[in-house]
Structures are given as structure tokens and as C-alpha cells.
């Protein structure tokens, strides 16, 4: 039985994942904090909606996915409930292995996941380490469950929350860009609809090439740059306002931000 504690954005997310690659409804168990919300579950999905006490008993493994803020609350109700030996999997920004096991009791076995929104579409990046009391079989249950929504990676723990900056917020810079070049649409003219769709299909045209062709992004790059063309007096502004080192600060604020988070 897999439980997800802290049914949200991304808890469905996973949940959602987690049916689409074959797990039966009945061998999930979900927990929310408002009662719309656990009856949303209910019936969009099917699965059970339970109190984080009785998740908690009987899981074999658990998912934590409320906000960093909200993780010492729920691991202090929950901590003399689960059973020896069960996995627990967090997924939340800056929360570490050592945070959850301080909690939970010193030899719980605990993953450490940071995952990204393109989880709904089974395109996630999910990157996951292990505690001081995960081993191998442990990493390997959690790659099991989050393979069939994405791409999933080992990385050192030292290494999460420069990860949740790259790829678990990632999404949203990328958004934040299509916005930026709709909005240049619109200054230029173009319909909006008409200028969503040429941003749209241009940024996921672009995404498949440089998953699929192994080219550097350079070199795609100096493939659409015409010497003396329009692509180069784009560039040439983009380096006028800096957007480059724009994009190292604020990866690194990012970063910064998910170390803090489990302060509070
Ligand atoms: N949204 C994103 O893109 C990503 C989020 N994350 C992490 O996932 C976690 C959740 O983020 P979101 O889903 O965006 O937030 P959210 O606010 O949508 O979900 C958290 C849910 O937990 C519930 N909750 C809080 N305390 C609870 C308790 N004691 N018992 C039961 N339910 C409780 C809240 O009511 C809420 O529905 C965060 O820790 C975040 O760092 C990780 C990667 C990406
Ligand atoms: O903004 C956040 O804190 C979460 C973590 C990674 C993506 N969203």
C-alpha cells in the first residue's frame, strides 16, 4: 500500500502518475487537510481518502508531500505510528533525509525526492537521494514509482537543493519565458491566440531537438543565428539586459531559498 500524505498540487500529481502506469486505486491511500479537497480526490480518482494517523499504520510505503513549512507538523503526528522498516519518500523543497529522521526515529529508511509539475504529462525530472538508512532496494522502490512519470536520476544529496532550483522549479521559468515572448507577440501585432501557439509549438519544436538530436544547445542555437540575420539582433539585446547572468542569480536566489526552507 503506498500512502500520499499532503494530497496537493503535486501529491495528485504523483497519485495521478501512479494510476496511469497500472497501480490499482485500491493500493493507493491519499490524506488532505480540507474535506473538499479529500472528496475531490475521491472522485476523480478513485482512491481512498484517509486520516494521516491511519495512512500512516498502514502503508508500506509513504509519500510526504505537504509543504516544507508544514513537514515537522505532520512527521510529529505521525512519528509514533509507522511501523519499522517502512520507505518514506519526501518530496518536498529543502526538507532532508536528516530532518525527516530526526523525527521519525534515527533508522527509518528515507528518499529524498525532488520532482517537477511535468510529473501530469509523464515528463517529470525527478532527482532522488538516499538518508543515512536507505540502501539500495530503497532507491530502487522509489525509482519504480517515479519512472513511469519521467526521468529519474541519483544525485548526492549536497546536490538537492541546487536541483530544486534547476529542474524543480524549472517549469516555471519556462513559462515565465513563453509569457515574456507572448507578450512580445502582442507588441508586435499578432492575435494572442495566434502568437500562444507559434511560442508554444516553437518552445516544444525546440525542447524535442535538443532531447533527441545529443547536439549541444550551442550549436542549435548557431544553427538558427544567420550572420547579419535577425536571430543574432535578438541575441544581441538579450545580452544587452543581461539575461544570461539574470538567469545564474536567480537559479542561485532559488537555491539559496530551498536551503532556508526547512528553517521555516
Ligand atoms: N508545485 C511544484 O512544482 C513542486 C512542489 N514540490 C514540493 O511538493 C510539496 C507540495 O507542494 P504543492 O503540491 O505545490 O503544495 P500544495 O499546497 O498544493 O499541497 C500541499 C497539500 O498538503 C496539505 N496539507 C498540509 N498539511 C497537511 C497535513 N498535516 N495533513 C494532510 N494534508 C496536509 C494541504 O492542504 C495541501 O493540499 C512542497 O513541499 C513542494 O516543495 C516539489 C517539486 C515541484
Ligand atoms: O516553489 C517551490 O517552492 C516548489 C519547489 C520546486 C518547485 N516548486
Given at each position: 500500500?503506498?500512502?500520499?500524505?499532503?494530497?496537493g498540487k503535486m501529491?495528485?500529481?504523483?497519485?495521478?502518475?501512479?494510476?496511469?502506469?497500472?497501480?490499482?486505486?485500491?493500493?493507493?491511500?491519499?490524506?488532505?487537510?480540507?474535506?473538499?479537497?479529500?472528496?475531490?480526490?475521491?472522485?476523480?480518482?478513485?482512491?481512498?481518502?484517509?486520516?494521516?494517523?491511519?495512512?500512516?499504520?498502514?502503508?508500506?510505503?509513504?509519500?510526504?508531500?505537504?509543504?516544507?513549512?508544514?513537514?515537522?507538523?505532520?512527521?510529529?503526528?505521525?512519528?509514533?505510528?509507522?511501523?519499522?522498516?517502512?520507505?518514506?519518500?519526501?518530496?518536498?523543497?529543502?526538507?532532508?533525509?536528516?530532518?525527516?529522521?530526526?523525527?521519525?526515529?534515527?533508522?527509518?529508511?528515507?528518499?529524498?525526492?525532488?520532482?517537477?509539475?511535468?510529473?501530469?504529462?509523464?515528463?517529470?525530472?525527478?532527482?532522488?537521494?538516499?538518508?543515512?538508512?536507505?540502501?539500495?532496494?530503497?532507491?530502487?522502490?522509489?525509482?519504480?514509482?517515479?519512472?513511469?512519470?519521467?526521468?529519474?536520476?541519483?544525485?548526492?544529496?549536497?546536490?538537492?537543493?541546487?536541483?530544486?532550483?534547476?529542474?524543480?522549479?524549472?517549469?516555471?521559468?519556462?513559462?515565465?519565458?513563453?509569457?515574456?515572448?507572448?507578450?512580445?507577440?502582442?507588441?508586435?501585432?499578432?492575435?494572442?491566440?495566434?502568437?500562444?501557439?507559434?511560442?508554444?509549438?516553437?518552445?516544444?519544436?525546440?525542447?524535442?531537438?535538443?532531447?533527441?538530436?545529443?547536439?549541444?544547445?550551442?550549436?542549435?542555437?548557431?544553427?538558427?543565428?544567420?550572420?547579419?540575420?535577425?536571430?543574432?539582433?535578438?541575441?544581441?539585446?538579450?545580452?544587452?539586459?543581461?539575461?544570461?547572468?539574470?538567469f545564474l542569480a536567480?537559479?542561485?536566489?532559488?537555491?539559496d531559498r530551498s536551503?532556508?526552507?526547512?528553517?521555516?
Open positions: 500500500m503506498i500512502a500520499i500524505l499532503g494530497t501529491g495528485e500529481a504523483l497519485l495521478s502518475g501512479l494510476l496511469r502506469a497500472g497501480v490499482a486505486p485500491g493500493e493507493i491511500i491519499a490524506t488532505a487537510r480540507r474535506e473538499e479537497r479529500a472528496t475531490a480526490l475521491r472522485e476523480r480518482h478513485g482512491v481512498r481518502v484517509v486520516s494521516n494517523a491511519e495512512a500512516a499504520k498502514v502503508a508500506d510505503t509513504l509519500i510526504l508531500a505537504v509543504k516544507p513549512q508544514d513537514m515537522a507538523a505532520l512527521l510529529d503526528e505521525i512519528a509514533a505510528l509507522v511501523p519499522a522498516g517502512r520507505l518514506v519518500i519526501t518530496v518536498a523543497a529543502g526538507i532532508t533525509t536528516a530532518f525527516v529522521e530526526s523525527r521519525l526515529g534515527e533508522d527509518v529508511p528515507v528518499v529524498r525526492v525532488m520532482s517537477n509539475t511535468p510529473v501530469l504529462v509523464d515528463e517529470a525530472m525527478s532527482v532522488i537521494s538516499a538518508g543515512a538508512h536507505a540502501g539500495e532496494t530503497h532507491l530502487e522502490l522509489a525509482e519504480e514509482l517515479l519512472r513511469p512519470v519521467g526521468k529519474v536520476l541519483r544525485i548526492p544529496e549536497s546536490q538537492q537543493d541546487a536541483a530544486t532550483a534547476l529542474s524543480g522549479s524549472g517549469p516555471a521559468y519556462f513559462f515565465y519565458l513563453v509569457e515574456a515572448m507572448v507578450d512580445a507577440g502582442i507588441l508586435l501585432g499578432m492575435p494572442r491566440a495566434a502568437a500562444l501557439d507559434m511560442v508554444t509549438q516553437s518552445i516544444v519544436g525546440a525542447a524535442i531537438m535538443l532531447r533527441d538530436s545529443g547536439e549541444h544547445p550551442v550549436i542549435l542555437r548557431e544553427a538558427v543565428t544567420s550572420p547579419g540575420g535577425t536571430t543574432i539582433s535578438a541575441i544581441a539585446e538579450l545580452e544587452r539586459h543581461s539575461v544570461r547572468a539574470a536567480a537559479i542561485e536566489a532559488a537555491r536551503s532556508q526552507l526547512a528553517s521555516g
